[in-house]
């Protein structure tokens, strides 16, 4: 896949200089360096990564000093490996804002006619865009899930509550919490290329990852047991318990439904971007 601007052009000094042609690679390469060079996708990473990790075994040492006072049906029931995950549900917020921040402050800076002009089959740009913030957010929070997990142990083993990775269950959660946060991503890049606004991208992520799931809560059994469980983060989150809950989906269904709204963020992105001036 590959335009070429032009096998060679003309310099000033009347030599004949080449020009590479434009390939997917070289886009990616150039979307890397942008991602790397921006300070705030350095500190926005960082804080995701902290309240992945510390919030992690911040809740299981609550849990543990307060193990003891549950009643026996929530002993039961204690799920261990999601409760070293609970900073998930604070780090989805910095990765989706993270997200639209890298698509939409282009726009709002004019940088994206300059991205566009010189890669103007445009689509390149939102693939490597949307590929390489995936792939670092899935490395980072991959590696803060695997910290949150044994750092949680740690505390759990003083009351015997810990388990191991290879316990049912428990590498599919920790390392779908990498997975879950990676989509988060994508999801930030969809609307942040498709509402091009970043104030407007990020209320669409919030009310996705918190408000829609709220509000289902309050809108009767029925809405809760038929709509809920296929919502953006209710449906992710069933990747990551290891004990599911009743009317939940399935791990992998959840996550299956999970990427269809990114999906469907970036088509929608794709669509626009082909169609609307920068």
């Keep these: 896949m590959s335009t070429t601007i032009m096998p060679e052009t003309q310099a000033s000094t009347g030599r004949r200089v ?42 299981a040492a609550i849990a ?23 900073g998930y549900q604070f780090a989805q917020l910095a990765v989706g804002v993270l997200g639209v921040v890298v698509v939409s402050n282009e ?31 899935l490395v980072v929070m991959t590696a803060a ?32 919490a990498g997975l879950y946060l990676a989509v988060v991503g994508l999801l930030g890049v969809g609307l942040g290329a498709l509402l091009r606004k970043t104030a407007g991208a990020i209320a669409a992520v919030v009310g996705l990852l918190l408000f829609l799931p709220l509000l289902s809560s309050l809108l009767g059994s029925w809405f809760k047991a038929h709509i809920s ?17 009743a009317g939940s989906l399935s791990p992998w269904t959840g996550f299956a439904v999970m990427c269809g709204y990114a999906v469907a963020a970036l088509a929608a992105a794709a669509l626009v971007l082909r169609r609307r001036d920068a």
């Design 145 to 176: 899930s695997l910290i949150a997990f044994a750092g949680g142990m740690a505390v759990l083993s003083s009351h015997h509550l810990q388990v191991s990775l290879t316990a049912p269950g428990a590498a599919r959660a920790v390392l779908g």
């Design 229 to 245: 469980p296929y919502l953006f983060s209710n449906a992710g989150a069933a990747l990551l318990r290891v004990h599911q809950q």
């Design 107 to 137: 726009y709002s800076s004019g940088m994206i006619r300059a991205t566009l002009a010189a890669v103007p089959r445009r689509l390149p740009v939102l693939w490597a865009k949307a590929g390489v913030f995936a792939v670092v957010t």
């Design 18 to 59: 080449a020009v590479a042609p434009v390939t997917l690679w070289r886009v990616v390469c150039s979307e890397w360096i942008k991602l790397r060079s921006l300070r705030s996708t350095r500190i926005t990473l960082l804080v995701s990564f902290v309240l992945m990790a510390g919030l992690g075994v911040l809740a």
């Design 64 to 86: 543990a000093g307060g193990y003891s006072r549950l009643p026996a049906a929530s002993r039961a029931s204690f799920d261990a490996v999601n409760t070293t995950l609970t």
